[in-house]
């Protein structure tokens, strides 16, 4: 495993006593020759390091790495000096990117050199800086026995930080790409390790290592039985095929005035997915551990939310659960009763993650009635078909929650791209079955149908959308209407869905990508939330 210390007290300024602590350090050069090193090195030592840099025949150019060796004057001890390619400078997100791949390059090289103590010089974006070094010393080999198992204990911390701001950047990138990491490690953790209740274990350990506010962080963790008395029939319909018993995590976090509406966030947490009696092929079965993916991101940006003390009232429901082929598993054609009292035929049990969701977005938006609500899940296959690992597709309710989610992905540089929810698309789902709704629509458009299916279980969303409605008609609404009165009026609740079956995993080993599965999109969340916060 790697564990990755952070130096907080060394990241407020160089100073000798500072520079003790690295053995290594990373320097940027931009394409127009700007060389970005401390402000406090001497004029002959930026002399040498630059002589030495022409010498090396560095460019500037985005992607580029090299080492040099020597005492540069960038500490007592730092032999061994990365200068990573950035590209064009600029403030664009593409810019802040550049440096964000640039360190993570630069991390990565003086790992291999086998550095102990990093320090990484400032390079105009301190938290894009601070978030490549973390994402690029990520490794998964919890499960490697001998040396290759062993835990790597390396140190990064900035060279150069002056002002408060700067120092607040560059933790907090720090912070946010801690959650990505964790999300990583949740999804890439075999499904035997990460069954539902270790994926709770696993949260609240990273809650009481973070040392978070219990009075501001409340985390409640419902059973079986729970869900039972809240007539989930969707969620217990997949999870009692499976041995492991389901849990539900409901995390609320109360940073902002009492009694303002929250921000909700759900998330698909199948932690295995076999398929269940519609069983998937083998080929690549074991990719399935991820399937818990919405899960992964959702917990870890409300940690990481939580860890920056964000001013803001946050709620998440996480419903975990596996879904496994047994005598007791659901059978294609069973129909179930959700929580909201709309009925839906299963007609494939692979189609598992829109029912465990139905359940948690209909307790979420009545319960506790946000003001917006997202929902994050690796849903379908058809997404990955349509948008591949470039974006996470958006379906959403309101034109100003899909540009506020749009950018804070640009921030992130995790992108999404809007997809239509309509309901042109309703009749895929609700003729030809026996119930209100069936959990397929077939193979056209698999990805919108899945979306407009958990739209019908959000309280407080606006529905006319202009489509598949008769003159006169109030709403395109399936079944059981849902309560709309008070704090629940239509329109009271933003929605959107996104699906990151795409996103979930990488085969990039380039730059603060590894190989495996990505933690996409818990960055773009934490930026999202802090929107709110302003």
């Known amino acids: 495993m790697l564990r990755i210390r952070t130096v907080t007290k060394a990241v407020r300024g160089f100073h000798s006593s500072t520079a003790q602590l690295h053995d290594a350090a990373i320097i940027g050069l ?27 025949g560095s460019k500037g150019k985005a992607g580029e790495s090299r080492i040099l060796y020597g005492d540069f004057g960038l500490g007592a001890d730092v032999r061994k000096v990365a200068v990573v390619g950035l590209g064009k400078q600029g403030s664009s997100n593409a810019a802040k990117d550049r440096v964000r791949m640039a360190v ?31 994402l690029g010393l990520y490794n998964f ?50 499904s035997n390790h990460m069954t539902p209740t270790k994926f709770v274990e696993r949260f609240l350990k990273e809650v009481e290592a973070q040392g978070l506010d219990s009075k501001k962080l409340q985390v409640t963790v419902r059973d079986q039985a729970w869900a039972e008395e809240m007539k989930m029939g969707a969620f ?9 018993p389901l849990k539900f995590l409901e995390i609320q976090y109360h940073g902002g005035k009492s009694g303002d509406k929250p921000l909700a966030l759900v998330g698909k947490g199948v932690t295995f997915d076999s398929g269940g009696i519609s069983i998937k092929p083998s080929a690549s079965m074991g990719m399935m551990k991820g399937d818990m993916g919405g899960a992964a991101t959702v917990a870890s940006a409300m940690w990481g939310i939580a860890a920056l003390d964000l001013p803001i009232n946050v709620v998440a429901g996480i419903p975990l659960c596996e ?99 309509h309901s042109v698309y309703l009749p895929q789902i609700t003729t030809n079955t026996v119930a209100d709704l069936i959990n397929t629509g077939g193979r056209s458009a698999g990805s919108c149908t899945a979306a407009i299916f958990l739209r019908e279980f959000v309280h407080g969303i606006e529905r006319d959308d202009g489509f598949a409605q008769a003159e006169g008609e109030e709403s395109t609404e399936v079944g059981k209407k849902l309560e709309e009165s008070g704090d629940l009026k239509a329109g009271s609740v ?8 795409g996103v979930m995993d990488t085969q990039s080993n380039s730059g603060y990508y590894a190989k495996g599965m990505t933690g996409r999109p818990a960055r773009a969340l934490i930026e999202f939330a802090k929107k709110f916060s302003k």
Do not use: C
């Not at 931009?30 to 630059?50: F, H, M, W, Y």
């Not at 909201?340 to 029912?355: F, H, Q």
């Open 104 to 134: 993570a390059t630069g991390v990565k090289a003086l790992k291999a050199q086998e550095a102990k103590d990093i320090g990484i010089a400032g390079m105009g974006h301190d938290q894009a800086a601070a978030e490549g070094a973390s």
């Open 494 to 501: 933003r929605y959107a869905h996104i699906d990151i079956a």
């Open 323 to 421: 879904n496994m082929p047994s005598g007791r598993a659901s059978k294609p054609g069973d129909v179930v009763t959700s929580m909201s009292g709309k009925t839906i035929e299963v007609d494939n049990t692979d189609a598992e993650g829109r029912l465990i969701l139905a359940d948690a977005l209909t307790y979420i938006s009545k319960t506790h009635k946000p003001h917006t609500l997202v929902d994050l899940a690796t849903l379908t296959g058809a997404m990955d078909v349509a948008l591949g690992g470039a974006y996470g597709g958006v379906f959403s309710t309101s034109d100003s929650l899909w540009s506020e989610l749009n950018t804070a992905g640009e921030e992130a540089y995790e992108a999404f791209w809007r997809m239509p929810l």
């Open 236 to 244: 217990l319909s997949v999870a009692k095929g499976s041995d492991e």
């Open 141 to 190: 080999n919890y499960f490697k026995s001998g040396k290759k198992g062993q835990a790597q204990d390396i140190k990064i911390s900035a060279l150069d930080l002056e002002s408060p701001n700067e120092v607040k950047a560059f933790e907090t990138g720090l912070i946010q790409a801690k959650a990505q990491n964790l999300a990583r490690i949740l999804m890439e953790t075999p």
């Open 30 to 56: 931009s394409t127009d020759g700007q060389l970005l090193v401390p402000r406090t090195i001497a004029a002959a030592a930026k002399e040498n390091l630059s002589a030495q840099v022409k010498a090396a």
